[in-house]
């Protein structure tokens, strides 16, 4: 079972371009149909308003309050796949490479479970606010998502958010326990010119390693209990559930610590409002200047305190004593930035539109070890880049321009550069936004690529810069509830991991057509298909493989049932992707790795039965999935799908997920 709290929160994904069209038919920029806010009464007191911002965006946003899709609550979207458990290692099916410039360690394989910096809303609201969230589903899995924010004065907001994913998993050495958290504060001077934006975010994941099992034994009688087929990696423990677990023996280990404050200064023009009670003022920016200063850390493990080694003779050519041995790499960064920024703004009246130039420094203390706790490599390096931006979002809302750039001046990624343009329009209001964009990228390959790294096991080998081109664009119908999309990739030098462990590059360019669509079907009334179809093909020889056809549907009832304060949704969910060369998992690299011999294909397509309603400020869900999983000769749920090579489903999950918000 699977109680998760969710409620008006949109936890939108980079990696899902359909997101904020599901449910509610919304539009980019905000442009769409119309989105509940989170202004309610309580009963006994005023109502609360409450909005929130990005810390790279000015314009402030209410909550989504939509039901229709679960993985907006959760932390991994409806196109990822991973290894067999929440909170171990995934990849999405949709084709989505490394486009920022500069500096990357590689280890991306969690990248679901992180808070990240950029992704912090920074509040503004009357009253103090409170979501509590809890997830309970089979096998003990946990999900608990607690959020406070309040205004300690009305021009300062503070708040924190805390998240705990814990699952033991259906099979032996997979449990996961990962923990986040997050503190934040924005606050505005009185007379409005000043700006001071803090975050501190830690992330620490933790996440076992079985290097897959034997297939083949799903089919066996003596293995109906999942948790006793033997595991290649990690002792035999069948049976084992260590409920809220951190003692994991063999695993990756994944902590980061962001360290954020910004700091804004305007000069400008002042003027007021003036009412019957009071004076509001107000400030016109036309200079802002900025400063930026962070400190990140970034550690990567990989340990096993039973190295067998034959697994690790036969799959990364490591030899040691016979039997068992400890095994422990590790990947230390630690790196500061200091960025200046200057914005001008042609139009006083319109805060998005704005020209930024800037420059920043960067330093680099990085460390890895190896078993033995000796220093494998040790340097110290910087980076200087400029950049720019300019954006536009008209006050009549018809034009959103956004461009921007930057180039890496010296240091250890010297030459690498990014540069996107995006243009929106507003064709008509039945017609909806039309979207154009161009994206080119000239990077430094991963850090997990370089001979420094303790995870690099290959002879050396010389890596020239990747370059990514995206071309893309999108229609969002909103008035049929309809968004199609378009990418088109040309991809050159890519680096890639050739096996377990070996490393390469693509010799020669290589291409990627990406289409999306996404519909809203009206069955009758209240009763409604959501359907989503993903087409990628490849031209040309490239280490990159994904489904030529993915889809997913919602069929279902979406209504009230004639009950005024009750808003519920219930059907059926069905998500199907096509037989493909999926990539192998290599645990010890904590990597996704290239492989052309052999496909995956679903026995069935995932099916999901699914109940979600709200009541007032009471949200729940109840699903039931993997229904496909069921094996009509014996009637227990076996017949698992093998999304990814050694790494099965679990069988029937049931999940129940109440949220609850609380206004002080």
């Known amino acids: 079972m699977i109680l998760l709290l969710a409620g008006w929160m949109n936890n939108t994904s980079a990696q899902d371009p359909f997101r904020r069209l599901q449910g509610m038919g919304r539009g980019i920029g905000g442009g769409g149909g119309k989105v509940d806010s989170m202004a309610h009464r309580t009963g006994l007191e005023d109502s609360i308003t409450i909005r929130f911002r990005y810390l790279d965006s000015s314009r402030l946003r209410n909550f989504d309050s939509s039901l229709t899709d679960f993985f907006d609550r959760f932390p991994t979207p409806w196109s990822s796949i991973n290894l067999g458990n929440l909170g171990t290692a995934a990849r999405n099916l949709v084709f989505t490479p490394q486009m920022r410039s500069g500096w990357d360690h590689g280890f991306h394989g969690f990248d679901n479970y992180l808070f990240k910096p950029e992704e912090t809303k920074f509040y503004t609201t009357t009253r103090p606010f409170s979501e509590v969230a809890y997830v309970l589903g089979s096998k003990a899995e946990q999900f608990i998502n607690l959020t406070h924010t309040q205004n300690i004065r009305p ?104 360290y954020m404050m910004r700091q804004q200064y305007d000069l400008g023009q002042k003027d007021s409002i003036v009412t019957d009670s009071s004076v509001i003022p107000l400030f016109y920016p036309r200079l802002r200047l900025e400063h930026t200063i962070s400190y990140n850390t970034y550690k990567y493990r990989f340990k096993d305190q039973n190295g067998d080694s034959a697994y690790y003779k036969d799959n990364y050519n490591i030899n040691f004593a016979q ?215 490849r031209a040309g020889d490239g280490p990159v493989n994904m489904p030529l056809f993915t889809t997913r549907n919602q069929i279902g009832y979406d209504g009230n049932l004639g009950f005024k304060n009750l808003n519920m949704s219930l059907g059926l969910e069905v998500r199907y992707f096509t037989p493909y060369y999926a990539d192998l998992w290599s645990p010890l690299m904590g990597q996704y790795t290239f492989q052309d011999s052999a496909k995956v294909q679903l026995n069935m397509p995932d099916i999901g039965a699914y109940l979600h309603f709200r009541i007032k400020t009471f949200t729940a869900y109840v699903r039931v999935e993997n229904l496909n999983a069921l094996d009509p000769s014996t009637g227990s749920f076996t017949n698992n799908n093998i999304p990814t090579i050694g790494y099965p489903y679990p069988g029937m999950q049931f999940r129940v997920g109440i949220f609850w918000s609380f206004v002080n």
Do not use: C
């Open 155 to 258: 021009n300062w907001n503070a708040g924190f958010q805390y998240r705990l994913i814990n699952s033991p998993g259906t099979f032996q050495n997979q449990s996961t326990n990962h923990n986040n958290y997050r503190f934040h504060s924005w606050y505005q001077s009185k007379n409005k010119r000043y700006q001071n934006f803090f975050v501190i975010v830690g992330n620490k994941l933790q996440a076992g390693e079985n290097g897959g099992i034997n297939t083949t034994l799903l089919d066996s009688s003596t293995y109906r209990e999942r948790s006793s087929i033997p595991t290649l990696l990690g002792i035999d423990q069948p049976g084992s559930r260590n409920f809220f677990t951190s003692s994991i023996a063999t695993g990756s280990f994944f902590t980061t610590g962001n």
């Open 323 to 537: 039997g068992t041995q400890p095994w422990f790499t590790q990947d230390f960064w630690k790196i500061l930035t200091n960025d200046f920024s200057i914005y001008q703004f042609p139009d006083a009246k319109n805060p998005q539109q704005f020209i930024k130039v800037g420059a920043a420094y960067q330093h680099f203390d990085f460390t890895s070890l190896h078993t033995d706790n000796t220093p494998w490599g040790r340097f110290k390096d910087n980076n200087l880049y400029i950049h720019g931006e300019y954006r536009n979002k008209t006050k009549n809302q018809k034009w959103d321009i956004e461009a921007f750039g930057n180039f890496y001046v010296n240091g250890m990624n010297s030459g690498n550069y990014t540069a996107y343009l995006s243009l929106q329009r507003l064709l008509s209001k039945k017609l909806g936004y039309l979207q154009l964009g161009f994206q080119n990228t000239n990077r430094t390959p991963s850090f997990v690529f370089d001979i420094y790294s303790g995870f690099y096991r290959n002879p050396p080998v010389t890596f020239n810069k990747e370059n990514i081109t995206n071309i893309f664009g999108s229609l969002d119908i909103t008035a049929l509830k309809m968004k199609l999309s378009a990418n088109y990739y040309l991809i050159t030098n890519l680096a890639y991991m050739r096996d377990l462990y070996n490393v390469a590059q693509a010799k020669d360019p290589f291409n990627i057509l990406q289409v999306n669509a996404f519909k809203v079907f009206r069955l009758g009334k209240n009763w409604n298909w959501r359907a989503t179809a993903i087409f990628q093909q």
